[in-house]
């Protein structure tokens, strides 16, 4: 068992996980330290999720050493997908559940329990929802509803699996923005998304999983280069560069029988914007 | 209108149906939330198998059914964990096998005919004191465990995933559920028999469910309803003169039924006022436009 070292808050040292036998990922090797704010790339089914749940401690580990530093609270927030909208249940009651441990014997909650969510949905915006049934929440509203329950338990380390998937534009920069909020507190932040171009290239720091391995970590003018996209969804991927912003395109395939000729430029364009672009 | 709470026999009848009523519903919210209405059907019959052997071997009812229930369970969770399985598979092999048991004692000792036809159908009104004293116990003891594990039990209902990550012992929990649930069945068994249990369980909470988006108010609902109509149906039986088991689970069905037509009737008169609404408001436009 690998031990975190100092300034550490994970480190993943080649480890091979999976589930029930089956290796979903190999040979990673990964360091997280307090105050980070990180992005989980690649296509669907490379494993994104499992090495989130391999955080929390609940994937398999066949090789090398993996570690979270002792009395770290973690807080998860999971695909919006994966909940039953029809249970019962109210958002102050999901928040509520973020602290059971708290007199986990006894049925009701404290007071001093019930205030804390109060501040926590206040803090997201969704106090005034706190007595609705979640099945008539908004997409936005459903993932701070379980953002609260995640942050009931003032955790350490946030792990979000695609917080913005199935959200508009308006409700994607507000959870990033709470997301940001939160970083700048000190919590550190990993969350998995399929958004290159709305979500991880505004990350300061991306992993990116393809071939059953990590395939690239670092900040996403490193990450978000053409040949890791390629080899993470095997397809040629365009890279438009425009200041600071970074645009990831797939490249159209060619219709059959046309002229095939190798690329005379590697696949990132640079937008030079003109001074008086914005005026236009 | 009192002439049943006359008798001694009618008495325990109500006090039993009453508690056993209260203990399925409370137990049947988390089997309906998790969708495992199934089980309480499949539970209901494998303990059937395990209260023939118990007859026949000369044990203690209540002891045999329990340890054959328990032991349902054990075997069903062991199976469902397999992935070429599942959960409903699992309960369909494991809950026939052991019935199957049970109607194989039944042809092998034709003497017991009666007793048997009282597990499957019920008999309420021959509960002993003693049947009385040891369901009590029983509906005691599972309150106990709700009771303890509310917050994990309702955390795992809702979003097992996360609860498993939040540190919850699943599996232990679920066990545990797993044989409150079977001895529930054990101590329904003698109030609405094997053919009629997986009504008590589903019956009360689907009603409840029909009421409330909360869910602490569900559960108090129905336990309410489960208790109350398990007292109604021994009374309304007396002067029908039908089946005890029988006449709660018709009672239950018509509060369903009855709470079923108010809900659609509510949402037709809730639309019908949108729609006087929506007409008012655009008479209001046109006049001021």
């Known amino acids: 068992m690998a031990t975190v070292r100092v300034g550490e808050l994970v480190r993943l040292d080649g480890v091979a996980l999976g589930y029930d036998g089956e290796v979903a990922l190999r040979d990673v090797n990964l360091q997280i330290s307090p105050g980070e704010l990180i992005g989980i790339v690649g296509p669907s089914g490379c494993g994104k999720t499992t090495l989130l749940r391999s955080l929390l401690g609940e994937t398999e580990v066949y090789a090398g050493d993996s570690s979270v530093a002792d009395n770290t609270r973690v807080g998860y927030v999971p695909q919006v997908e994966t909940v039953d909208w029809n249970f019962p249940i109210t958002v102050e009651q999901v928040a509520l559940l973020g602290s059971w441990r708290t007199r986990r014997w006894l049925p009701w909650t404290s007071r001093a329990e019930r205030s804390r969510a109060r501040v926590v949905l206040s803090q997201l915006g969704i106090a005034d929802l706190a007595d609705r049934p979640i099945r008539a929440l908004s997409g936005g509203e459903q993932q701070r509803t379980f953002l609260a329950r995640a942050l009931v338990r003032s955790p350490d380390l946030l792990l979000l699996d695609e917080p913005t998937s199935g959200v508009d534009i308006k409700t994607r920069h507000e959870i990033l923005h709470q997301l940001a909020a939160l970083n700048h507190a000190g919590v550190t932040v990993v969350l998995t998304t399929h958004d290159l171009n709305g979500v991880a290239s505004h990350l300061p720091r991306l992993i990116a999983l393809g071939e059953q391995t990590v395939l690239a970590d670092g900040p996403p003018s490193e990450v978000l280069q053409p040949a890791i996209l390629e080899r993470a969804y095997g397809q040629p991927m365009l890279v438009v560069q425009s200041g600071n912003e970074t645009y990831v395109l797939p490249v159209p395939e060619e219709a059959p029988g046309a002229h095939e000729e190798p690329p005379a430029r590697p696949n990132v364009v640079n937008v030079i914007r003109r001074p008086d672009a914005d005026d236009a | ?289």
């Not at chain 2, 199957?100 to 003497?111: L, M, Q």
């Not at chain 2, 109604?232 to 005890?244: E, M, N, P, R």
């Not at chain 2, 369903?256 to 037709?268: D, E, K, M, P």
Request: hydrophobic share 60%; aromatic share 12%.
């Open chain 2, 1 to 289: 209108m009192l002439e049943p709470f006359d008798f001694g026999f009618m008495q325990r009848a109500m006090i039993a149906a009453t508690l056993v009523g209260g203990v399925t519903a409370a137990v049947g919210v988390f089997v309906i939330l998790r969708r495992l209405a199934y089980i309480g059907h499949g539970l209901a019959h494998s303990i059937f198998g395990g209260a023939v052997v118990s007859f026949t071997l000369g044990i203690n009812f209540f002891l045999g059914a329990s340890i054959w229930g328990a032991f349902s369970v054990f075997l069903i969770n062991q199976a469902a964990r397999r992935r070429q399985i599942g959960g409903d598979a699992a309960i369909g092999i494991i809950t026939t096998a052991a019935f199957a048991i049970g109607i194989a004692v039944i042809s092998r000792a034709r003497s017991f005919t009666r007793d048997f036809e009282a597990a499957l159908f019920g008999e309420i009104l021959g509960i002993t004191n003693q049947d009385l004293y040891v369901t009590a116990g029983m509906v005691l003891l599972i309150a106990v465990v709700l009771f303890l594990l509310w917050k994990p039990l309702v955390f795992i209902t809702f979003d097992q995933d996360v609860a498993t990550a939040y540190g919850i012992p699943v599996r232990w929990v679920e066990a545990i559920f797993s044989l409150a649930l079977a001895a529930t069945v054990v101590a329904a068994l003698q109030v609405l028999g094997v053919t009629l249990i997986a009504a008590a369980l589903v019956i009360p909470p689907v009603v409840a469910r029909l009421m409330t988006d909360s869910f602490p108010r569900l559960f108090a609902i129905a336990v309410l309803i489960g208790a109350f109509t398990g007292f109604l149906g021994v009374y309304i039986s007396w002067f029908a003169d039908v089946s005890s088991g029988a006449t709660i689970v018709l009672v239950q069905a018509a509060v369903f039924v009855l709470t079923l037509a108010w809900g659609v009737l509510g949402s037709r008169r809730g639309r019908n006022a949108a729609r006087r609404a929506e007409r008012l408001a655009g008479l209001e436009r046109s006049l001021t436009e």
